[in-house]
């Protein structure tokens, strides 16, 4: 039985398009594999294991994540230097930022104070293919004024069942979202980019699968012209049956930032 003695938070910044996810699977790459993979060889023949802060999908990216290590035979002496070896030894891809020790009482998944999502989008035009891994492009115009409007109903309390990927009745779907808002983004640049790019700017506690992905949805479909505003008010109410069929794609999101 594994019986962790020493307790540290990471946090790291990954690209997510090459990667299905966090949770290690077999035969494919993932963070959670990757991570371990490299401790093991940072480490050598010490035992540890890793618990990530929440869950993540395929293609999702990065600017600050959290996973909690576990050691159970001999403190890290030196954290720079660890650090320093650990990301001499990560892919390009995937950067630790930081690694502070904590003690036994701290939970990685309930000690969060809140998460803060981006999602990162065009509309109206085929973008440069290197904006692939962490802008999605819309090709319809879209009424980006009304999807701002769409966006600010879904902060405060409410019933988000209907922004759960496949709920079920057992299910807690009533959640707080202290900001929800749509904005012309001025943080994520690169030359490469279009000339108008747009941030869905979430902040919360907790999400359900998929959450912002849905949300995402329902607020291009209103861009579209498929729904209206009424739609969303209706999905979020405490006994809504609508459900959301469009999940924008997994590679606009990005955690942008978990507070502890």
């Not at 999702?60 to 890290?76: C, G, R, T, W, Y």
């Not at 699968?209 to 849905?214: A, V």
């Amino acid at each position: 039985m594994f019986q962790k003695r020493f307790y540290y938070l990471v946090k790291f910044q990954f690209l997510g398009y090459r990667f299905h996810g966090w949770q290690k699977q077999p035969e494919i790459k993932t963070l959670h594999l990757m991570i371990d993979k490299t401790l093991r060889y940072v480490l050598q023949n010490q035992s540890f294991k890793t618990l990530a802060a929440s869950r993540t999908d395929a293609k999702v990216s990065a600017q600050e994540a959290a996973f909690e290590l576990f050691l159970k035979d001999n403190p890290i002496e030196d954290l720079p230097l660890f650090l320093k070896e650990f990301n001499t030894n990560l892919p390009q891809d995937i950067r630790a930022l930081s690694i502070d020790e904590v003690t036994s009482d701290f939970n990685i998944i309930q000690d969060s104070k809140f998460k803060e999502y981006h999602y990162l989008f065009a509309e109206g035009e085929k973008c440069h293919p290197f904006c692939a891994p962490i802008m999605a492009t819309i090709l319809d115009s879209l009424d980006i004024p009304l999807m701002a409007q769409g966006a600010h109903l879904f902060q405060g309390l409410h019933n988000f069942k209907s922004y759960c990927y496949k709920a079920t009745e057992k299910g807690l779907y009533q959640r707080e979202l202290q900001t929800c808002e749509l904005v012309e983004n001025s943080l994520y640049l690169a030359n490469f980019f279009p000339k108008q790019s747009y941030l869905l700017r979430v902040v919360g506690k907790g999400f359900g699968r998929h959450q912002i992905r849905l949300m995402m949805g329902a607020l291009i479909k209103l861009g579209r012209g498929d729904v209206d505003l009424k739609f969303i008010q209706d999905s979020l109410k405490p006994n809504s049956s609508l459900s959301i069929d469009y999940i924008a794609p997994a590679s606009g999101l990005i955690l942008h930032k978990i507070e502890f």
